[in-house]
């Protein structure tokens, strides 16, 4: 009897510390669980338009398919888009035949693809989200736009935490630019001897603005947020040039030959910066993408890696 009673509490002791070890290691995988980065998850929402893409891929969701895929790779360049993503065609012109055959869940577009609406709405819902044309406050806008996007896509907390990465971003960098940071102008090159220059109502007057720099650009600006104007308009501006990529094909070369451009107050004392590409008319993840480039830009290189 005694060594039955023996055997039983040893069994009991076993078992026991089997279901320690097992919750020891649910609590572990748990716990790596949400040290891991979420998996974006596929959808079966399309969107013509890039601000909505990269909104969509910071809130964690794949679009099932975008229009111009490289071209946002060019203009937009990240968050990156997934192999998995769809072209669509053109944005202005999509291939309504590939639209149907996808059979998407929700079409996503802005004001700028209004016309298209009609014929859209035939092969699925569509939803427009509008940042610059509607509002005279175009970042109040896109924190709207952010947490639609985020009702649409199951994901209100991911974009609850991309508006709060971002503030907190904003509020970093500044810390780090240096003192006494010069006035700016913010461009992009149509041809070589003109350029979109960004003020009022524009993503990098946003991110300016939050980050106390001044625009040297005052002029009245249009519903993007830029003029469109001459190098020559530019010449005897007191500024740092920021130069926002892509460039169009052969225009650094011309730029090199061009006195026009060696005439500019800014190259003459070679206050000029080259970003790489930022969608100029995007959202929060362009912000974010603006913000960095430019403090890193600005501060001294010896305090570049913390940027």
Do not use: C
């Not at 980065?37 to 679009?63: F, Y």
Request: hydrophobic content about 45%; glycine content about 6%.
């Amino acid at each position: 009897m005694a060594a039955s009673s023996t055997l039983s509490a040893s069994f009991v002791a076993q078992a026991t510390f089997r279901a320690r070890i097992r919750g020891v290691l649910a609590a572990l995988l748990l716990l790596l669980a949400s040290t891991l980065p979420a998996r974006a998850a596929e959808s079966s929402i399309v969107t013509l338009d890039w601000t909505v893409a990269e909104t969509m891929l910071a809130l964690g969701v794949v679009p099932q398919g975008v229009a111009q895929l490289d071209a946002y790779r060019d203009w937009v360049g990240s968050p990156e888009m997934p192999a998995s993503v769809v072209d669509l065609g053109l944005r202005a012109q999509p291939n309504l035949e590939l639209l149907a055959d996808l059979d998407p869940s929700d079409i996503l577009i802005t004001p700028l693809f209004a016309s298209l609406e009609p014929r859209l709405s035939r092969i699925a819902p569509v939803t427009t989200l509008g940042i610059y044309a509607t509002s005279n406050d175009p970042w109040a806008s896109m924190l709207a736009a952010t947490r639609k996007l985020g009702r649409l896509t199951g994901r209100p907390e991911a974009a609850e935490r991309l508006i709060a990465s971002t503030e907190t971003q904003l509020a970093q960098a500044k810390k780090r630019l240096p003192e006494n940071s010069p006035a700016l102008l913010v461009v992009q090159f149509m041809d070589e001897r003109h350029v979109r220059v960004f003020g009022e109502r524009s993503l990098f007057q946003g991110v300016l603005s939050r980050l106390g720099l001044d625009n040297a650009w005052q002029e009245k600006t249009n519903t993007y947020g830029f003029s469109l104007v001459g190098l020559e308009d530019l010449a005897e501006l007191k500024a740092h040039l920021v130069v926002v990529e892509p460039l169009p094909t052969g225009v650094e070369e011309q730029l090199a030959e061009s006195g026009l451009w060696q005439n500019l107050d800014a190259v003459r004392r070679h206050q000029v910066s080259t970003l790489p590409p930022v969608w100029s008319f995007g959202a929060l993840p362009s912000a974010q993408r603006f913000t960095h480039l430019l403090v890193k830009a600005l501060t001294p290189k010896e305090r570049a890696e913390d940027v």
